[in-house]
């Protein structure tokens, strides 16, 4: 590095998406627009301006409704239903009509309006506490940015790049990162969040992706070679022949790798001594059936039920359930499909749903809370699952569950529910019941919770941002959420440690699941099941087809023993380049 310029450096970011990309920077700057500061207009002039914001809303939502449905065929339902915070932002009130409200009685133009209240209201959703609605402030800018296109007369359509773009941006919404093309290779940005919805879709369009590099990256030039390294989190600056020659020769490594583990991906993980692990998909709804049996699915790992909740003006009726569930089941034959009971509050309200404003609704009543609060609605799903379970090999898994208590008034509502379907003459199958390990109480008290279950499944997304005290969404500490820190590997072992006394399975089905770097530590601790997105599938199963039970618990016994989420990464990383 001797010689360099100052330029000429490693920026170091926030890594969101795997992989490695060369190529030339190409930034993705925000168009100013004259007309965005608040304009005055005439009194003759207002009904023309009313009409025209009216028509741009109209456009933006044909526009996002298209996006949608092309994001959930070639990314997926899950990563597609982003879009529709989107719509309900153009079909919101309290910024709509807020918007008619400046151009009617204030005199401004539609644009100054739809600028000044997007602008407004973004910047009050992100001082909210609450990580949902503070990260509803980026959706806002998106369909601002719109709207303002739209209203500006602008060409809104796929922004086309030349083969081998490093797209760098301040910020990538939803929509710019869905509508990238193929020649796009990384994605760099000032501000953002891994766990973000753009980092997402990324994660899925398997473009590299660094996030958080601040303002390294101000003398950053359009046209400058770059290595974007989505696993480290750096951004390697005009680096020299020899540097290049190295990242291409780990690229070609790294792609014969991704092809012989997709030539593999249909065949079982059984580990080199042969001990067999499940890997399973974590799905958002039956249109991610396919992209899960391709990737080599041995079942569902995770199928979370808020997409029949949220994509409704009601609450769904136990046959629109019913229709749902049977179509995964059926796909997947005998092998095992876990639905997760209704999981709203916190990140997922309900336009619908009368909740209570809690100040922190993380710690309030979500998930399993609000169902046992709401026996009616809970009691619905409980029906529709029970008589789902004719069509295949059905468990359900119940989320947020922090005592034997609640476990208990489940399966109580669940014997409700056989009774009445038999008191009616309705068919009904019998089912598995487990619960999700999300709250650290319910870790420590694995050995009490496990002989009232069939099988437990850990949730390490919220068990790290529960055990850790760190907001996931909050850029300023993102640093900080690491589902590979010593503290939750700790209560990973305990829970598997009290499943494994009483002979019940346990499943790990967040990210953490789906890194295969960390497969060989989860199978030192005792888990016996990861279910993670499709894409990621196929390189777990060549991992665990590489580790033996004795290194595996070896590895698990040291990195318990480290201090920090660094020097457990560090030892994986090594042990796996040895």
């Known amino acids: 590095m001797k010689g360099r310029t100052a330029l000429e450096r490693q920026i170091k970011s926030i890594p969101a998406a795997a992989g490695l990309a060369i190529g030339k920077v190409v930034w993705l700057r925000k168009h100013d627009r004259a007309d965005d500061v608040p304009r005055h207009i005439s009194e003759d002039e207002v009904d023309a301006e009313l009409s ?23 990314v997926g339902e899950e990563e597609a239903s982003v879009f529709d915070a989107h719509l309900a932002f153009l079909a919101d ?17 539609a644009t100054g309006a739809c600028s000044a209240v997007t602008k407004e209201t973004s910047d009050m959703l992100a001082s909210l506490p609450d990580e949902y609605l503070s990260a509803r402030a980026a959706d806002i800018r998106d369909v601002g940015d719109r709207l303002l296109g739209l209203l500006s007369s602008e060409t809104k359509g796929t922004v086309t790049f030349a083969p081998g773009s490093v797209v760098v941006a301040d910020e990538l ?52 070679t770059v290595v974007v390294d989505g696993d480290a989190g750096t951004v390697d600056v005009e680096p020299d022949a020899a540097e290049l020659e190295a990242v291409r020769a780990r690229q070609a490594e790294r792609a014969k790798h991704r092809a012989e583990a997709l ?3 249909r065949a079982p993980a059984v580990t080199a001594d042969g001990r067999r692990i499940e890997v399973l998909a974590n799905i958002g709804s039956p249109k991610d059936v396919e992209a899960a049996l391709a990737g080599g699915a041995e079942g569902v790992g995770l199928f979370r039920t808020e997409f029949l909740y949220q994509e409704s003006d009601h609450w769904p009726t136990e046959a629109e359930q019913l229709e749902a569930y049977r179509a995964v089941l059926e796909a997947f034959g005998d092998a095992p499909v876990i639905i997760r009971t209704l999981d709203i509050g916190g990140d997922k309200p309900l336009p ?53 208590e609640e476990v208990e008034a489940v399966r109580a509502l669940f014997d409700e529910c056989r009774d009445q379907l ?15 390990v999300e709250i650290p109480a319910a ?17 390490t997304n919220d068990l790290t941002q529960y055990t850790l005290a760190v907001d996931r969404g909050n850029e300023r500490i993102e640093h900080l959420y690491d589902a590979s820190h010593p503290a939750v590997l700790r209560l990973i072992r305990m829970t598997c440690d009290a499943a494994a006394k009483v002979g019940i399975p346990v499943g790990v089905c967040g990210e953490l699941a789906g890194d295969a770097a960390m497969a060989e530590t989860l199978v030192g601790l005792g888990v016996t099941e990861l279910s993670m997105s499709a894409t990621r599938i196929a390189d777990v199963k060549v991992k665990l087809r590489g580790v033996t039970t004795d290194r595996a618990r070896a590895l698990a016994d040291e990195v318990l023993t480290l201090a920090s989420a660094a020097l457990v990464q560090a030892r994986v990383q090594a042990l796996a380049q040895a």
Request: aromatic share 4%; proline share 4%; glycine share 8%.
């Open 93 to 109: 009130p309290a910024y709509v009509d807020e918007t008619v409200r400046r151009i009617r009685r204030e005199a401004l133009s």
């Open 263 to 265: 030539a593999a991906g």
């Open 422 to 436: 038999k008191a009616e003459g309705q068919t009904f199958g019998e089912l598995k019941l487990g619960i999700m």
């Open 52 to 74: 025209r914001f009216h028509a741009a809303v109209a456009a933006a939502r044909e526009q996002i409704a298209e996006l949608r449905n092309t994001t959930a065929k070639q």
């Open 173 to 224: 919404t939803p929509s710019q990162t869905a509508e990238l093309t193929s020649d796009v290779v990384g994605l760099v940005t000032r501000r953002g969040s891994k766990t973000g919805h753009a980092a997402i879709i990324a994660r899925t369009l398997a473009i590299p992706m660094v996030v958080g590099a601040g303002d390294a990256l101000d003398d950053l030039g359009d046209g400058q």
């Open 443 to 459: 870790a420590v008290m694995a050995d009490i919770l496990a002989p009232h279950v069939d099988f437990m499944s850990i949730g």
């Open 352 to 404: 619908y749903a009368e909740m209570p404003k809690e100040d922190n609704p993380f710690l309030g009543q979500r998930a399993v809370r609000f169902c046992l609060a709401n026996p009616d609605v809970f009691r619905t799903q409980l029906r529709a699952l029970l008589r789902a379970a004719m069509f295949g090999n059905l468990h359900v898994m119940v989320p947020m569950v922090e005592n034997v």
